[in-house]
């Protein structure tokens, strides 16, 4: 039995190594561990990664050993020879030919990301994002927003089959969604580009808008709400995907973290559901109401 002075003193060892973890899923990810075993015809030894990997045998050999802990892989032994193969955790989100391939966002998290959560504490002295710093240039969102916003017209589609789906972003994006991922377009789902502080709105009965305020003031949210009221044809509603912080602001410390994400990224900032009613009340929205979903992102409509 371990006293309270060394039960914190482990947590206080989880917090400091919690980077770590991140940095051994984002090397075996770009590596191509994963997509490796799942290619092979058999569970595979270190020195056979290593040789089709092009990497050392030394430094894979930690790796997959390290994989194998977080049960991101999963070792047998064979006359005295350790195999490994993907565990389901990594078969159905690491292997890029799982329809749920979570890579690109895991790629975008270790070069983007990670390198403005380096400098959080300076984000935190004078409250602004970190993104100029890490990378001399302005914010780019591009490949995972897009594959989102797409994925989510698919399902949509898929669920309504009467509806059509109109996907709103920047020229840069919509020029690259329709190069990179033509089949996400098709006779229900249109990609339209402009800019939706700016310019002309598409008319609808629904604006989703997933994670798209979070990256926002409120100035700037409540002038985005304002155009979509008076874009959104009678009986319409605006449903907000974002996550919700509580009523205090404490919690859930997903939630907490990716609002410390919006702060070295962008001027906005994960929001309670009270702090989304006071945005869309003066925008014209009535009625709003809010479901926690109980997973990472919930849902706040609000109707006209
Ligand atoms: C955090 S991403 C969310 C994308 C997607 N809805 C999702 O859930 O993954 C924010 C999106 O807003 C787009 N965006 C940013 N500023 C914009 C503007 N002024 N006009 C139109 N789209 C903009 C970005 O290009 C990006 O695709």
């Excluded at 059509?164 to 690259?176: E, H, L, N, S």
């Excluded at 009523?247 to 994960?270: C, F, H, I, K």
Aim: with cysteine; hydrophobic share 40%.
């Amino acid at each position: 039995m371990s006293s309270p002075q060394e039960q914190g003193f482990r947590l206080l060892t989880e917090y400091t190594n919690g980077f770590m973890l991140s940095q051994v899923l984002f090397a075996a990810c770009e590596l191509g561990v994963f997509d490796l075993l799942s290619e092979a015809l058999e569970p595979l030894g270190s020195a056979a990664v290593a040789v089709r990997l092009g990497t050392s045998s030394h430094g894979t050999q930690l790796l997959l050993d390290t994989c194998v802990s977080l049960k991101l892989l999963q070792v047998e032994t064979s006359r005295g020879k350790a195999l490994y193969q993907n565990t389901e955790l990594s078969s159905t989100y690491l292997v890029r030919a799982s329809p749920k391939y979570q890579g690109n966002m895991l790629l975008y998290l270790a070069r983007t990301t990670y390198l403005c959560w380096g400098h959080l504490a300076q984000a935190v002295r004078d409250g602004k994002n970190r993104y100029q710093e890490a990378f001399g240039v302005p914010s780019d969102e591009l490949f995972t927003a897009i594959y989102c916003s797409g994925a989510l017209a698919k399902e949509y589609t898929a669920l309504y089959p009467g509806c059509r789906v109109t996907v709103f972003d920047t020229p840069d994006v919509v020029r690259a969604a329709k190069e990179h991922f033509p089949f996400l377009e098709d006779d229900r789902i249109r990609f339209w580009e402009g800019d939706f502080f700016e310019d002309p709105l598409p008319e609808a009965e629904l604006y989703i808008l997933a994670r798209v305020l979070h990256d926002w003031s409120d100035g700037r949210c409540a002038r985005l709400l304002a155009r979509i009221r008076r874009a959104c044809k009678p009986g319409g509603a605006v449903l907000v995907i974002e996550s919700l912080l509580d009523a205090d602001g404490r919690g859930p410390l997903t939630t907490q973290l990716y609002s410390l994400n919006m702060l070295v990224q962008t001027e906005g900032r994960e929001r309670t559901p009270a702090q989304y009613l006071a945005l869309l009340g003066p925008a014209g929205f009535r009625d709003v109401q809010y479901r926690r979903t109980g997973g990472l992102y919930d849902a706040i409509l609000g109707r006209t």
